[in-house]
Nanobody
Framework: VQLQASGGGLVQPGGSLRLSCAAS????????MGWYRQAPGKQRELVAT???????TYSDPVKGRFTISRDNVKKTVDLLMNSLKPEDTAVYYC???????????????WGQGTLVTVSS
């Protein structure tokens, strides 16, 4: 199983960016999917998660600015980030709770991380 994240880059304050993450490999089902981030010198923190049914939760710093969405057929999860601030600068990681067989429990898998830099 692999998670491939993409879409990071340099953006000015107030700008927007969309991150995408695609799951591939032997997958029976995917439960929760989400995004975390880790700023320099800080611990990794939750950004947003979404259930298989599409119920989403957001951390307080990004509420109202970020939107998480997923496509269960394509096995992707996106993060649309609007009104970006310098404090949003971080490496963003996607994750997914994946069952590879009907008989096995779900395990959490992580993408490789994509850098988002918000600066003028």
């Amino acid at each position: 199983v692999q998670l491939q994240a993409s879409g990071g880059g340099l953006v000015q304050p107030g700008g927007s960016l969309r991150l995408s993450c695609a799951a591939s490999g032997t997958i029976y089902s995917i439960n929760n999917m989400g995004w975390y981030r880790q700023a320099p010198g800080k611990q990794r923190e939750l950004v947003a998660t979404t259930t298989r049914e599409g119920t989403s939760t957001y951390s307080d710093p990004v509420k109202g600015r970020f939107t998480i969405s997923r496509d269960n057929v394509k096995k992707t999860v996106d993060l649309l980030m609007n009104s970006l601030k310098p404090e949003d600068t971080a490496v963003y990681y996607c994750n997914a709770d994946i069952r590879v067989r009907i008989s096995t429990p779900a395990n959490r898998h992580w993408g490789q991380g994509t850098l988002v830099t918000v600066s003028s």
